[in-house]
C-alpha cells in the first residue's frame, strides 16, 4: 500500500480516538498524532469541536465512525466490517454501543462470545465499551466430540487464538466445558483439561452433560444407547453425577470427580498428574469444598469484580455456598 501522509488530530486517552487508530492500523495506513485541538484551527477543523479528526490528501473529516466508515470505503482489505447485511449491521450496533456505553451506563459487563467470530477488533471494541470479562465455550478438547457430536464447527487453532487475543486486551475469559458426553471417554476429558490448559481461562467452568429431554444430544443420547437410566433420573444441578453409561461404573466416578477438580487443575497444569491419582478416590465434600472455594474465589475476583458491602458480601457467600 502507497505511504498516505495521515494526521489524527486528538489524544491517545480518547477511546474515540483510539478506535480510528485501530482502523488504521488494521488497514496499514501510516498516520502521525496532532494533539492541536482546543485552538481556532481545531475550531476550523471540528466545528462541534470533538476529537479525533482525521486529515489526509482528500479530506478532513470528523467523528469517529464516519473516519472508519471512509477509511474501509478508501482501503477495502482488509475490511473493517464483515461482509453481509446483517453481520454489518451488527457490527456497527456493537460500535455504536462500545462508544456510548461508558458515558452512559459507566459499569463493566460480561457477555458471551464465540471463538470463531473473535477478532482483534471485536475485543479491542468490546474492552473500550467496558467489558470486563466474556464467557466462551470450548465444550470438549476431543475434535471428534466438539465437531461431529457438538457441531461447534471450530478447530483448536481457532480457539486458542480467541483466548490469546481476549486476554492480551485485559479481558477475563471463563470457559465452559463439558465432561461426560455421550461416545466420550475419562482420556477425552482430559484433552479437554489439556485444550484449557492451553488457552489459559481466568476460570475453566465445567458441566457434566446431562440428557434433557428434547434437545437433539439428549435425544442422540438414548438412540445410541448412552443413557441408561430415565430422564426422571436426571440430577437437578449439571455438576454432581452422570447417568450415561461409560466403558465401566469405575471410569463413570472419575469423570464426576475429575469436573470437581478440573477448575483447579487448570489453573496449576503441575496439578495434572497428583488429579490423575486423586479421581482414584471416592469422590468426597473435601473435592467440593476446593471446587466451591475457588470457583467463588475466581467469581469475585476476576470475572464479576463488583465492589460489596460487608453485609452483601456475607449475604452472598452465604447463598453461594448453599449451592451445589
Known amino acids: 500500500m502507497p505511504a498516505v501522509k495521515t494526521r489524527v488530530v486528538g489524544s491517545y486517552l480518547s477511546p474515540y480516538v483510539r478506535k480510528v487508530l485501530v482502523c488504521l492500523d488494521l488497514k496499514g495506513v501510516a498516520y502521525e498524532i496532532d494533539p492541536i485541538y482546543g485552538n481556532d484551527e481545531f475550531a476550523r477543523l471540528s466545528p462541534v469541536r470533538r476529537i479525533p479528526v482525521l486529515i489526509d490528501d482528500a479530506v478532513t473529516l470528523a467523528d469517529s465512525s464516519v473516519i472508519c466508515e471512509y477509511l474501509d470505503d478508501r482501503y477495502p482489505e482488509p475490511a473493517w466490517f464483515p461482509q453481509g447485511a446483517a453481520l454489518r449491521a451488527r457490527a456497527r450496533w456493537l460500535e455504536e454501543f462500545a462508544e456510548k456505553s461508558p458515558g452512559a451506563v459507566g459499569l463493566p459487563f460480561f457477555c458471551n462470545v464465540r471463538a470463531n467470530l473473535i477478532t482483534p477488533e471485536i475485543v479491542k471494541t468490546l474492552k473500550q465499551a467496558g467489558c470486563a470479562s466474556v464467557g466462551m465455550g470450548i465444550e470438549a478438547g476431543n475434535d471428534e466430540l466438539r465437531n461431529r457430536i457438538l457441531k461447534r464447527n471450530m478447530s483448536k487453532e481457532q480457539i486458542i487464538t480467541a483466548c490469546q487475543t481476549i486476554r492480551e486486551a485485559g479481558i477475563h475469559l471463563i470457559s465452559t466445558n463439558m465432561l461426560g458426553l455421550p461416545g466420550g471417554s475419562l482420556a477425552a476429558d482430559f484433552e479437554t483439561l489439556d ?55 469405575e471410569e463413570k466416578r472419575r469423570i464426576e470427580t475429575l469436573q470437581k477438580l478440573f477448575a483447579l487443575t487448570v489453573e496449576v497444569p503441575s496439578l495434572r498428574p497428583l488429579t490423575k491419582q486423586l479421581i482414584k478416590l471416592p469422590n468426597n465434600r473435601l473435592y467440593w469444598l476446593a471446587h466451591k472455594l475457588w470457583k467463588g474465589y475466581v467469581i469475585k475476583k476476576r470475572i464479576h469484580p463488583h465492589h460489596l458491602s460487608p453485609r452483601e458480601y456475607v449475604q452472598v457467600i452465604a447463598h453461594y455456598m448453599k449451592l451445589d
Request: proline residues 5%; charged residues 25%; aromatic residues 18%.
Open 195 to 249: 485444550l484449557n490448559v492451553e488457552c489459559r481461562p481466568s476460570y475453566a467452568n465445567t458441566f457434566l452433560f446431562q440428557p434433557y429431554p428434547g434437545t437433539e444430544l439428549g435425544e442422540y443420547a438414548r438412540a445410541f444407547g448412552y443413557s441408561g437410566e430415565t430422564f426422571d433420573d436426571i440430577d437437578e444441578s449439571a455438576w454432581e453425577r452422570s447417568v450415561l453409561k461409560f466403558a465401566s461404573e
